[in-house]
């Protein structure tokens, strides 16, 4: 049974990802997985009451909390270092790879903390760090497998130049339209995969974008009105979102504390029961 796997795996390594030179990104995506992976469940059982013997937070002498984004800089910075600096070989720079994902993947969850520069881990706002680090995985996924958002010929002739700029000009332009509309994740794919960047810019604004501030509102409020409809807060795509959010990253600290509430009325309920049970029990 290990030989097969075996074989696979030094097929995939060989075959898919060595011979097209994709070893290191996907190094790099494997460190980012795991080590994303590793953190979210680590700090989920900080909080549990069930897991009281799990290690929690890095805390200096002084009271300082050190953030788990810290050992991801440090990483990043020492693996980047090696591997540019020349000094990585193989294996090292497979290694060095590995690490710099890894690094990734420990400042990413924290990304949230960048944006605000607050410790909103378990807030609401901290479910953007959940967002970032999907979207990293997913263009990492899309170079690993050879999407590029540019093609240019290596002996090109002027009108293959000339469209090759246009259409990287259109790109773009749809790319920018689609982050001011705050359609994020339209711009982030489609800058790879370049219709879906096209569909973006040409779709509705989202009403608190930029976009909506300029070109709705006031000026055109039909609009400004079906922005509101199109993008109301219970709609299905965003409560499918906000599930997944809960389903990677758990629940924010509102809602993990009323759960605890609840669970603990009902355990108080069950043991009131069981003593008016005892009570009403003929003596024996």
Known sequence: MSLPLANFISDFWNDQLVEHDR?????????????????????RLMRSPRVPWWPGSVVSDSGVHVHHLVFGIVLMMVAGTLSFGGFATDPIYEICAFA???????????FALWVYLDDVYWAKQGRSSVDAAVIAVALMGLILIGVRPFEFDDDPDTTSTLAAIVGASIVLFSVV?????????HGLFGFFVQPLAVYGA??????????????????????????????????????????????????TEADYD??????AEEKQEKAEEKQEKVKKSPEA
């Open 23 to 43: 070893q290191w990104v996907f190094l790099v995506l494997l460190g980012v997985l795991i080590s994303f992976g590793f953190i979210r469940m680590s700090t």
């Open 258 to 263: 009323e759960k605890i509430k609840e669970r």
């Open 100 to 110: 710099f994902g890894v690094g990734i993947g420990l400042t990413i969850d924290e």
């Open 177 to 185: 339209t689609c982050f001011l509309k705050k359609r994020f994740a």
């Open 202 to 251: 040409l779709r509705l604004g989202k009403p608190d974008s930029g976009w909506a501030r300029r070109f709705y509102g006031e000026r055109n409020p039909k609009k400004q009105a079906r922005a509101v409809k199109r993008f109301d807060p219970g709609r299905r795509t965003e409560r499918f979102k906000e599930w997944l959010r809960t389903l990677i990253g758990g629940s």
